[in-house]
Structure formats: C-alpha cells, structure tokens
C-alpha cells in the first residue's frame, strides 16, 4: 500500500495507455483530496484524460479532464 498524500493510502494504481485513463483502488470507506489525486496522476501520466476512483469493485467518483479543465463526478451517488 502506497503512503502517496492523496489524502489516503493508495491500495492499487492502474493506467491504461490506450485510452489514457487511471484507475485508483483506495480503502473501504476512504476519500481522496481531488486536486492532490490528479496532481499526483498528472505528473506521473502527463496524458491521462479520466481518473477513476473506487474503494470497492465500483467506481466512487470519477475526474475527467474537459477542454483543459478537471472536472469531477460521483458516480457512487448515482448508483445508490
């Protein structure tokens, strides 16, 4: 488990190169910081376009990248 300042441990990272998108596995019940989450991604993946986050096997939010800006969406909320 990484100790990365996201605002929690990082349990697993994954990039997929082909549609530049990061996927990142945090702890059961854990949020990360957004800005500290896509400083850390952006600099490690200059060229991510989504960075999805998910403390379970679903997607809790997800951070897309839109004409230069970041933008985030809970989706955990909508699959309540």
């Not at 600099?43 to 989504?50: H, L, T």
Request: charged share 25%; proline share 5%; net charge negative.
């Amino acid at each position: 488990m990484s100790k990365v300042n996201i605002g929690c441990p990082i349990e697993r990272l994954r990039y997929q190169y082909d549609d530049d998108v990061c996927d990142i596995l945090v702890p059961h019940g854990a949020c990360v910081d957004m800005q500290a989450t896509i400083a850390y991604v952006t600099a490690r993946f200059p060229d991510v376009q989504e960075i999805i986050t998910r403390n379970s096997a679903f997607p809790d939010t997800v951070y897309s990248k839109e004409n230069g800006e970041w933008f985030a969406n809970d989706v955990k909320a909508e699959l309540i």
